[in-house]
């Protein structure tokens, strides 16, 4: 801590260490920086206790904020033990899921302070990169889950954790609008009280857009296991956002994972999810699994009009007819069924699979979702 405010040294920690935080789901602005910036002048920065304190009521508002900064403080202040343990839990993952589980957020903070090391490292390089108009993630963007080497898988796990969208539909009740196609009679004549009776300005109403109830049915099998991992944690953003959002896993069964999505951190909320599907990268049952949904389920979380996304590659080989009788069965039961399949992702892709001739009738739309931007762009389709 022999570095000084004024010497510019620990100014740039700070501010490294608020976009870190930041990019880690921590919402700050550029006031938040500002003040952090205020309080270390104010403050003796050798006494750690003191400085650790003055940052954290500046920079946190709820408990969950106060872990985060708890594991990222000792990366940029002084204590390189802890550091060095974090980057051993990078190389291990999120296999400990017991007395050594990570703290809550390490793992993304981690992967955090790593692009904003890159960043900070080459600027110039980003900027002439930025003006040839190409971008690293435009470029992730556009690659197969299954070409992924493990740091690009981290990278593009963070920017499906920030595409979140939310289907709609139009609803019974009305809100006010300026130009809606309904008088609203009661807010005119209550407009009109103001004025002695007299109308003077017909009040307007439209029908207000309802949150579509949304139900993922995730194909967990050995061939599809890079693309249900990455699905997984776009399914956590949805879940920690949304409430009437139900997340189904298959292979050989049918498991629920709603409940082990709803965790504040993703990492620890894919692994849970994971752990909760005793047949992970298994065989393939498409029409058992579907048929348990519609048996067990679909009354209780398609009550309301929902979309159902069903991610699968469709290689079912037995039992065909019983997934053409199920598959229409779910398409009565749902608003839209949309068939999420990564093999579309390949050129020269032909249904000549059983299981995918079986599906296609079925199903409203059949769509890709073998890369980023194929799953970000859902949110135009369902609009």
């Known amino acids: 801590m022999a570095e000084t405010i004024n010497g510019g040294g620990l100014a740039g920690r700070v501010v490294d260490f608020v976009r870190t935080l930041r990019s880690a789901g921590v919402p700050l602005g550029v006031g938040r920086s500002a003040l952090a910036l205020k309080a270390v002048e104010r403050i003796d920065v ?3 206790a003191g400085f650790a304190n003055a940052l954290r009521c500046v920079l946190t508002a709820s408990p969950a904020e106060g872990v985060l900064f ?11 033990q802890a550091f060095a343990r974090l980057g051993d839990l990078r190389a291990q993952g999120l296999r400990f899921l017991g007395e050594n589980k990570p703290p809550p957020g390490a793992l993304r903070l981690l992967r955090a302070k790593e692009s904003s090391a890159q960043l900070i490292a080459a600027p110039g390089a980003q ?53 809606g196609p309904r008088i609203d009679i009661q807010a005119t004549l209550r407009a009109g009280l103001a004025s002695g009776g007299e109308l003077v300005q017909l009040k307007r109403k439209t029908r207000r857009p309802e949150p579509l109830a949304l139900v993922l049915l995730f194909d967990v099998s050995g061939s ?7 699905a997984l944690h776009f399914a956590h953003t949805l879940c920690s956002t949304r409430r009437n959002v139900e997340v189904f896993v298959f292979a050989t069964r049918l498991t629920r994972v709603t409940r082990e ?10 692994a849970a999810a994971l752990k909760a599907a005793p047949d992970w990268e298994g065989g393939t049952r498409i ?21 159902v996304l069903l991610l699968s590659d469709g290689l079912e080989r037995a039992r065909v007819e019983k997934l053409r009788f199920e598959a229409g069965r779910l398409r009565r039961s749902c608003k839209r069924l949309m068939w999420l399949n990564p093999l579309l992702g390949y050129e020269g892709f032909e249904p000549r699979a059983r299981g995918v001739r079986a599906l ?22 369902l609009d």
Not at 152 to 170: I, N, W
Not at 264 to 270: L, N, P
């Open 46 to 48: 050798g006494d750690r």
């Open 70 to 80: 708890d594991c990222a403080f000792p990366m940029f202040f002084g204590n390189s």
């Open 127 to 179: 900027r002439a990169v930025a003006g040839a108009g190409y971008s690293p993630q435009e470029s992730l963007s556009a690659k197969d889950f299954g070409q992924m080497s493990p740091e690009e898988q981290a990278q593009a796990q963070e920017l499906l954790r920030r595409g979140v969208f939310c289907p709609t539909r139009l609803g019974r009740r009305f809100r006010p609008a300026a130009h």
């Open 224 to 230: 599809m296991t890079s693309y249900a991992r990455m």
């Open 261 to 270: 999505l709803r965790a504040r951190d993703g990492d620890v909320a894919t």
């Open 287 to 307: 029409a058992s699994a579907l048929s348990e949904f519609n048996r067990l389920w679909s009354r209780r979380v398609l009550a309301r009009p929902g979309v």
């Open 360 to 381: 296609l009738p079925a199903v409203h739309e059949h769509r890709s979702a073998h890369n980023v931007s194929s799953l970000l762009g859902l949110a135009d389709a």
